[in-house]
């Protein structure tokens, strides 16, 4: 969510179940702020928070030029300090999702997972993650799956460059009962003809990106419409404390995570 708009955002992150308080926009406001200039940023964005026994963790994404490339993402759990979090590596994207351990809110502690697919007398069974890279690795792996936006909230330029839409309006009251007027913030992973040939409208400037109707299983996602039809909000099933909303026929909309950074694996088992 921008953080220069948390104010007007927290009545619709409310209604969702999670609270913003007076205390977290002041704090987020101030300081996100002075990393935003410090960093130049031309947007700052407040992710959301990961709950952790000592110390929760709050993160923070900067975006430069490009709105999917050029993006970098922070974390604190003092609101003072804000860390750099690494790129994070393939193999620690699928640790991340066998560890059972709670984070602890100390960027430094080191633990143990058992990879249960290698053989016992497997070296590779056993690693140590340190819990800045899972923190990483989580953030990444709920981007990747679950980080979305309506349609045209994102254009992608003539030279290739993807920014956020200054011209966004929002959508229209039917298109957002629609599970395809949602997009991944990510890198396409689907063929790119796939919005040509299920589309009517395809708008190539809007539909560069993947449609959320083509995630396994369906049913996947809850969208809903509340306010006497005035705000959707929209729910994933892997990840339980994600949360978006767009205020229809308007350029307000959001997303946030707040929860334990843990995968709801069974999912396809249980719709």
Known sequence: MNIHKLWEYREYVNVNGMMLSNELISFLQNHLTVLQVENHFTHMQYWGQIYAVDADYHIAVGINKDAIHDRKYYYSTDFKFWGLLPKPKKKYKHLSLLTTFPFRGDPSLKIKVIDE???????????????????????????????????????????????????????????????????????????????????????????????????????????????????????????????????????DAGFLYVGNGRKILDVPFLI
């Open 117 to 251: 697919s290698f053989d016992e007398h497997n070296p590779d069974r056993c690693q140590t993650m340190q819990e800045e890279k899972r923190l990483a690795a989580t953030i990444s792996n709920i981007c990747d799956e679950a980080e979305v936006c309506a349609r045209g909230q994102l254009i992608k330029q003539p030279d290739g460059t993807v920014v956020i839409n200054p011209n966004f309006y929002g959508l229209t009251g039917p298109e957002a009962k629609l599970i395809k007027s949602y997009l991944h913030i990510r890198p396409a992973q689907q063929r790119w003809n796939t919005n040509l040939l299920t589309r009517p409208d395809y708008n190539y400037s809007m539909d560069f990106l993947d449609s959320i109707d083509q995630d396994i299983p369906s049913g996947c996602w809850n969208l809903s419409v509340e306010q006497s039809g005035n705000v959707a909000y929209l729910k994933s099933l892997y990840w339980p404390g994600m949360s978006y909303f767009h205020k229809i026929r308007s350029s």
